[in-house]
């Protein structure tokens, strides 16, 4: 009985110390904590060490200085240069303009002026077409999980949101709020000299700056960073398993189209036109 007792108690100690380790290592798991985590949590906690330290290395985001699962930063081989003709005139072709300090720092950032692709491997588990929201999201996750993926953009990386929609507009409505404040700054006691004057141009001015400190989160060099190839040209599919972009030709697994659409005039009976152009899908 006695013998009993004590190998109970040596395995209830044991479990209690494996507790605390268990406790230790959750923490020290790479952030954010996924859902994948939480099941090797559980093979920690549940199904014992060998299990679960399996489960950890397997379920966790790979490592961005694991060189077997991700390609080396590219760099671009040239910048953007606002003084050139040329570069102003590639820039207008990507519906960029002026192409002042900020706008080269946004096309230095999701657009270089060279870009060098890498060498593709045998295979990708994902290619992705298409470089806004939903073509970052998709290949810098699964990069991020393990899998070869990479992205291929034609024209801007940070699709609609950055360049011209969520970032570019939230510029213009904080603009407009500071306007609105000052219009009712007699409301608050504070007497104006003179009505506020807004220098439209100045806005914009603000607006492009804005946008070329927010793109290095979706820049080329940023989803490399997060493990993902990045290829800068046109894809096309030439199989069920193969695309070509500048020439080469890509092998995968999986697909994701993320090329964005383009806006229609609705087709709801009755179609009557709308002069302002608001009647859209």
Known sequence: AWLVWGLAAGAAAVMLALSFGTLGLYSALPSPWSEAQNVSYIALSRLGWPVG????????????????IRTPPVSAVARWDPSADADASAARQLEIEPLDASNARLLDAVHPRRWTDPSPPEVYDLVVIGAGAGGLVSAKQAARRGARSCLISEALAGGDCLNVGCVPSKALLRSARAVREVRRAEEFGVRLSAPPAVDFAAVMQRLRAK???????DSHEGTNAAGADVYQGRGRFTGRNTVEVNGKVLRFRKAVIATGGRQTAALVPPRTPSPLGTAML
């Open 53 to 68: 330290l399996s489960a950890v290395a397997y379920l966790s985001p790979p490592s961005a200085a694991d060189p077997s």
């Open 211 to 217: 946008r070329a400190q927010i793109a290095p989160a």
